[in-house]
T-cell receptor, first 112, second 114 residues
């Protein structure tokens, strides 16, 4: 039972355009959501997070949107840069719990 | 601040052996979590330690164990290694307190079981 799903295994975007990565979850107990960026054979790098009391959080080029009724979140990267090419993981946790549940990841490729 | 460090970065073992991996958290962080990444199963939670106590546990067999020391450093042990234990093992640290606590990951230890 996959509680966090990233349905797009890959996404290709032109440099300078917007990248939108999507994530769905099924567990209503989740109330903290994070996005990580990962290169092969390295640990995930934290990008941005959002708690259930918000529906939007921005940090520079990165914005995360949370739609609690649809159990859906998305990461927007604007503008996309070649260095953004990596695998992006969505993760969720319940309040106060340190256990992160990850999606399967989306490989983002930014084309020049 | 220094990030999460893990040693060793690479390990090659044979079936039946045991292995110990080490993790040093970010200074001031008291929670250390361990994850396993494989191509088939993705990133999966192993367990979490806070103040030397295991606070959360994932669905892994008892061959996987861990501990945490008074300085918050943590070790993970896998006994009787199987081929399927080949994976990237990731350690993450956080404050361990508060409702919404961000985990920061180390570079991982790549374990190959032959």
């Amino acid at each position: 039972d996959q509680q966090v799903k990233q349905n797009s295994p890959s996404l290709s975007v032109q440099e300078g355009r917007i990248s939108i990565l999507n994530c769905d979850y099924t567990n209503s107990m989740f109330d903290y959501f994070l996005w990580y960026k990962k290169y092969p054979a390295e640990g995930p790098t934290f990008l941005i997070s959002i708690s259930s009391i918000k529906d939007k959080n921005e940090d520079g080029r990165f914005t995360v949107f949370l739609n609690k009724s649809a159990k859906h979140l998305s990461l927007h990267i604007v503008p996309s840069q070649p260095g953004d090419s990596a695998v992006y993981f969505c993760a969720a946790s319940a309040r106060g719990a340190q256990k992160l549940v990850f999606g399967q990841g989306t490989r983002l490729t930014i084309n020049p | 601040k220094a990030g999460v460090t893990q040693t060793p970065r690479y390990l090659i073992k044979t079936r039946g052996q045991q292995v110990t991996l080490s993790c040093s958290p970010i200074s001031g962080h008291r929670s250390v979590s361990w994850y396993q990444q494989t191509p088939g199963q993705g990133l999966q939670f192993l367990f979490e330690y806070f103040s030397e106590t295991q606070r959360n546990k994932g669905n892994f067999p008892g061959r996987f164990s861990g501990r945490q020391f008074s300085n918050s450093r943590s070790e993970m042990n896998v006994s009787t290694l199987e081929l399927g234990d080949s994976a990237l093992y990731l350690c993450a640290s956080s404050s361990g307190q508060g409702d919404w606590d961000t985990q920061y990951f180390g570079p991982g230890t790549r374990l190959t079981v032959l």
